[in-house]
T-cell receptor, first 117, second 114 residues
Framework: AQKITQTQPGMFVQEKEAVTLDCTYD???????LFWYKQPSSGEMIFLIY??????QNATEGRYSLNFQKARKSANLVISASQLGDSAMYFC??????????????FGTGTRLTIIP | DTGVSQDPRHKITKRGQNVTFRCDPI?????LYWYRQTLGQGPEFLTY????????KSRLLSDRFSAERPKGSFSTLEIQRTEQGDSAMYLC????????????FGPGTRLTVL
């Protein structure tokens, strides 16, 4: 079974609108972390936001927020007021166990977001 | 700029040749990760080091692949007898430490095997 599922291969959004990128995950661990990364066409992976499984508040970082619904095992990324520079691939990732010394990440297949002027 | 550098950024080689990539991590971090990303997929874990010790290897790391971190600083990933299926982006990452231990990635090495 897929550990991270991103069901939207591609999305087109008008500039300045908000967009939600979906991510569901599967784990039997009680302690885990969820991450979102952005990958522009240049290829580098840029960290956006983190949510720990025990965090009660949804994470926010500037225009990025993570809609964490633990019971549904979903961790959707919300980008407010989208900009042309937001056009990129977006990956959801999970780190299981949160054991010190092993930060191995499992990634989804990504969503390609295109912002339309 | 994450402080993680990789060299070369692009490599084109013919099938059957050997290639070696290098990763220079953020200097104070003792753990270093390698991932491989094929077209249309997310990165997949290959292996990781704590200092010079290689602690875990994925099943993706066939016997043609070898990784080293001789002095616990930079790391190399070598692929022997390259195959067209090895064409991918090879990413190196180090954790930031702290509560989240977020991994920061280098710019990657894009390998094309002809």
């Amino acid at each position: 079974a897929q550990k991270i599922t991103q069901t939207q291969p591609g999305m087109f959004v008008q500039e300045k609108e908000a967009v939600t990128l979906d991510c569901t995950y599967d784990t039997s661990d009680q302690s885990y972390g969820l991450f979102w990364y952005k990958q522009p066409s240049s290829g580098e992976m840029i960290f956006l936001i983190y949510q720990g499984s025990y965090d009660e508040q949804n994470a926010t970082e500037g225009r990025y927020s993570l809609n964490f619904q633990k019971a549904r095992k979903s961790a959707n990324l919300v980008i407010s007021a989208s900009q042309l520079g937001d056009s990129a691939m977006y990956f959801c990732a999970m780190r299981e166990g949160l054991n010190f010394g092993n930060e191995k990440l499992t990634f989804g297949t990504g969503t390609r977001l295109t912002i339309i002027p | 700029d994450t402080g993680v550098s990789q060299d070369p950024r692009h490599k084109i080689t013919k099938r059957g040749q050997n290639v070696t990539f290098r990763c220079d991590p953020i200097s104070e971090h003792n753990r270093l990760y390698w991932y491989r990303q094929t077209l249309g997929q997310g990165p997949e874990f290959l292996t990781y080091f704590q200092n010079e010790a290689q602690l875990e290897k994925s099943r993706l790391l066939s016997d043609r692949f070898s990784a080293e971190r001789p002095k616990g600083s930079f790391s190399t990933l070598e692929i022997q007898r390259t195959e067209q299926g090895d064409s991918a982006m090879y990413l190196c990452a180090t954790p930031t430490g702290g509560a989240t231990d977020t991994q920061y990635f280098g710019p990657g090495t894009r390998l094309t095997v002809l």
